[in-house]
């Protein structure tokens, strides 16, 4: 199981657990929530995905297809995998966090905008091939709390 070969067996069974317990980022529930509703619809749904690690890139193939009363499987195939060829330096993060809202970069505990911190990391270097995570810094954080009451005190949205 590709849980297991990859150091999760945590993710082995995860009966009764919700899905979007595993999803990070708002855009990528609202394309599972719509596609979800496809399937639970009675459509098949197929679609191509990446689901890199730090020393590997996986292109995999994942199908939805619905069963009865509402529920629905997911399958998902393992189609190539390839080791990254360049690997981040010893001086360059393996991640960089990214504000999905403003784009400013976290680099060394302060949000930058991109070209100082693009600057600043080198990004550009060929030797350099960090992974980008989006999420959202605390000044947009707090702005969208304003407008979204119920979102106060967490930095992810359902």
């Given amino acids: 199981m590709f ?3 990859n150091g999760a067996p945590g993710l082995v069974d995860v009966t ?18 719509q596609l979800l509703s ?3 619809q009675g459509e098949r749904v197929a679609f ?8 590997m890139v996986r292109e995999m193939s ?13 399958e998902s195939f393992l189609l190539k995998a390839t080791p990254r060829l360049v690997l981040p330096s ?4 393996a991640r960089i966090r990214v504000c999905s809202w403003c ?29 980008i995570l989006h999420e959202i810094c ?12 119920e979102a106060r005190g967490t930095n992810h949205f359902d």
């Fill in 90 to 93: 010893a001086g360059m993060p």
């Fill in 62 to 74: 994942m199908i939805i297809c619905p069963l009865d009363h509402g529920r629905v499987r997911f």
């Fill in 16 to 33: 009764g657990v919700s899905l979007f317990d595993f999803i990070t980022g708002a855009e990528t529930r609202q394309v599972y929530r």
């Fill in 103 to 131: 784009k400013r970069i976290l680099w060394r505990g302060e949000w930058q905008y991109p070209e100082f911190a693009i600057e600043a990391m080198k990004l550009f270097d060929p030797l350099h091939s960090p992974v």
């Fill in 38 to 40: 496809r399937v639970r």
């Fill in 138 to 149: 605390e000044e947009c954080s707090a702005l969208l709390s304003v407008a979204r009451p």
């Fill in 3 to 5: 849980a297991l070969e």
């Fill in 48 to 55: 191509p995905f990446r689901c890199d690690s730090h020393e």
